[in-house]
């Protein structure tokens, strides 16, 4: 059974920084991994992806601030969240696509979410 787990949200002032984590277990290998966000009322939206060879995209809105970056060793993926805006407040969700252990095709898995909630 494959498990996400995330961690490193919280309640910061605008400015300050934040940095999630999130620990997969049950894949047996990962091809991209990724951070997505859902604010109240409006639609889960990428914030930043990273692939096997380490390219990265970022969503506009974060570009410059966040940082994704992975460590396949330990099949983490981190979110480096600089200079927070109270717009950045979401949940937040770690997406991994891979294959689980015992299977043959790749599949997308997602973590439970991580509130950050930046104060103005």
């Known amino acids: 059974q494959v498990q996400l787990v995330e961690s490193g949200g919280g309640l910061v002032q605008a400015g300050g920084s934040l940095r999630l984590s999130c620990v997969a277990s049950?894949?047996?290998?990962?091809?991209?991994m990724g951070w997505y966000r859902q604010a109240p009322g409006k639609q889960r939206e990428l914030v930043a992806g990273?692939?096997?060879?380490?390219?990265?995209n970022y969503a506009n809105s974060v570009k410059g601030r966040f940082t994704i970056s992975r460590d396949n060793a330990k099949n983490t993926v981190y979110l480096q969240m600089n200079s927070l805006k109270p717009e950045d407040t979401a949940v937040y969700y770690c997406n991994i696509r891979g294959v689980r252990v015992g299977a043959l095709f790749l599949s997308d898995y997602w973590g439970q979410g991580t509130q950050v909630t930046v104060s103005s």
């Open positions: 990273i692939t096997n060879d380490g390219t990265t």
């Open positions: 049950g894949i047996r290998s990962i091809n991209a």
